[in-house]
């Protein structure tokens, strides 16, 4: 049985969240921190924030595979809240909850390969 739009919806929201929580995290403890808005936050400002990550990504004094990472799980990120964006104001369409979900699970396992370079690094 197929669930239906709303609660792939809530699905989404709950990968959009979790991913946004594990972004936070990975970007607190790069080499040169960078402290991402948390608690209650309007998309805009949050949207801002995540791709100011992927303009300065370049910037972190890490490995070149580790700063593609983030810039990858940033702008990945991004697409999903552009597809999540379209889902809410237009016809549901199982596609793109399907490429936003997709695109969450490539942002999360760089966000994964991320927090085992730190994890290295500090030790």
């Not at 239906?4 to 699905?11: L, Q, R, V, Y």
């Not at 607190?28 to 990550?53: F, H, K, M, S």
């Not at 199982?94 to 490429?99: D, F, Y």
């Amino acid at each position: 049985m197929t669930d239906s739009p709303d609660e792939m919806m809530e699905i989404l929201g709950d990968r959009v969240a979790e991913t946004y929580i594990g972004l936070v995290m990975i970007c607190a403890g790069l080499p040169v921190p960078i402290e991402l808005p948390t608690g209650v936050v309007d998309a805009g400002t949050l949207t801002a924030a995540v791709r100011r990550v992927s303009e300065i990504a370049e910037d972190q004094p890490m490995p070149e595979a580790q700063v593609a990472g983030l810039y990858t799980a940033s702008i990945l990120y991004l697409a999903a809240l552009d597809l999540l964006g379209m889902l809410q104001h237009n016809a549901y369409e199982g596609s793109r909850m399907a490429g936003a979900l997709g695109i969450l699970v490539l942002a999360q396992e760089n966000l994964k390969d991320l927090a085992g370079w730190l994890a290295e690094d500090d030790s």
